[in-house]
């Protein structure tokens, strides 16, 4: 299998015969069991989140190069995706600027051991929901009684939209709409930098502790801690994955 395409600022995918990225964009080079990354210089947070959602399918090594990649070699899927969502996730941060400032993480056996979780995201972290279908593993986390749940699924075009959220929520202050697209109803900045941790865990298909400090309204900015579980199953079509 051979395919040469390439993602441009604008975070359009289109066949490409030439070998380097465009300007603020990325190529991917897949030529058998060879599967290359190339960064441009500076990529934009959009042309990164659309590299990150092509790659949730691939299952091999990959090669990360570039004028881009601070951290040039070989990487499993979820080992690359997890540096490119943060190096996303860093760029919408610095647009967006006072109001994010956090990293994701892969959560491990470590994290739950060290007590830095509320009983909330302890009970999520530890289910174990990766062998199970989308409606299994919801049923499974609706029967661990976890408060301040959201729940977020795809539509066909693969945006981003609230299938559940609780009643009373103290950020965004525009109270999402189920259903909804994240594009119809939130915030720009809130949309984005959602959408660029919900992708990432969705592509690494394992559970993100993502924390920080964001600034909610006039309170200013106040430290946080999420767990992002994806149910992704890759036997099941995507409209039906969750986060």
């Not at 600022?9 to 380097?20: H, K, N, R």
């Not at 190339?38 to 092509?54: E, F, W, Y």
């Not at 570039?66 to 990487?75: I, L, S, T, V």
Request: contains cysteine; neutral net charge; aromatic residues 6%.
């Amino acid at each position: 299998m051979r395919a040469h395409i390439t993602i441009n600022a604008d975070g359009i995918t289109q066949p490409s015969v030439e070998p380097t990225p465009p300007d603020g964009g990325a190529h991917i080079k897949r030529d058998n069991k060879s599967f290359v990354v190339n960064l441009s210089a500076n990529p934009t947070a959009l042309a990164l989140s659309v590299l990150i959602r092509s790659l949730r399918v691939v299952e091999t090594t990959m090669e990360l190069d570039g004028k881009g990649a601070f951290n040039r070699g070989n990487y499993t899927r979820s080992q690359l995706c997890i540096m490119l969502s943060q190096m996303a996730l860093n760029r919408r941060e610095s647009e967006f600027a006072p109001y994010f400032n956090s990293r994701i993480e892969i959560l491990t056996g470590g994290l739950l051991d060290i007590d830095i979780l509320p009983q909330n995201l302890l009970r999520l972290g530890q289910l174990s929901l990766g062998s199970l279908d989308a409606p299994t593993a919801l049923l499974r986390v609706s029967e661990a009684d976890i408060q301040n749940l959201v729940s977020i699924g795809q539509t066909m075009s693969m945006k981003l939209s609230f299938i559940a959220r609780p009643e009373n929520l103290i950020w965004p202050s525009q109270t999402p709409q189920l259903g909804e697209t994240f594009e119809e109803c939130l915030p720009r900045a809130a949309g984005e930098w959602l959408s660029t941790v919900f992708e990432a865990a969705l592509a690494i298909r394992s559970p993100l502790y993502h924390h920080g400090l964001m600034k909610i309204d006039s309170l200013g900015r106040q430290p946080f801690q999420r767990l992002i579980y994806p149910l992704a199953p890759m036997h099941e079509r995507s409209a039906n994955h969750r986060v």
